[in-house]
Nanobody, 124 residues
Framework: QVQLVESGGGLVQAGGSLRLSCVASGRTFSSYVMGWFRQAPGKEREFVAAISRSAGTTYYADSVKGRFTISRDNAKNTVYLQMNSLKPEDTAVYYC?????????????????WGQGTQVTVSS
């Protein structure tokens, strides 16, 4: 069992930056592929970024590539999402997720555990 707690969301102006954190409980954090997803009002939850167990490989949605950076610190059981050059269309609830087995990192159903989400609002 893994519990995930996100933090770092808030209100920011367009062009600004935020850094999201997700702390995982348990001693096997390094066994999980970690991902970030987001969900805007009236829309489906969508993939944002993911990172492999050793942090050797990262994946990004085209909409955030070059602006967002995912990273992890296995010693701190934490995954981060650095968001730069934020746009109003980035406004959403951002969720951290953990996946133990293999599969498609881009798909929500491949993830076993989810956090409660943190709100990110970007004003124009």
């Amino acid at each position: 069992q893994v519990q995930l707690v996100e933090s770092g969301g808030g209100l920011v102006q367009a062009g600004g930056s935020l850094r999201l954190s997700c702390v995982a409980s348990g001693r096997t954090f390094s066994s999980y592929v970690m991902g970030w997803f987001r969900q805007a009002p009236g829309k489906e939850r969508e993939f944002v970024a993911a990172i492999s167990r050793s942090a050797g490989t990262t994946y990004y949605a085209d909409s955030v590539k070059g602006r967002f950076t995912i990273s992890r610190d296995n010693a701190k059981n934490t995954v981060y999402l650095q968001m730069n050059s934020l746009k109003p269309e980035d406004t959403a609830v951002y969720y951290c997720a953990a996946r133990y087995l293999g599969g498609d990192v881009y798909k929500t159903y491949e993830y076993d555990y989810w956090g409660q989400g943190t709100q990110v609002t970007v004003s124009s």
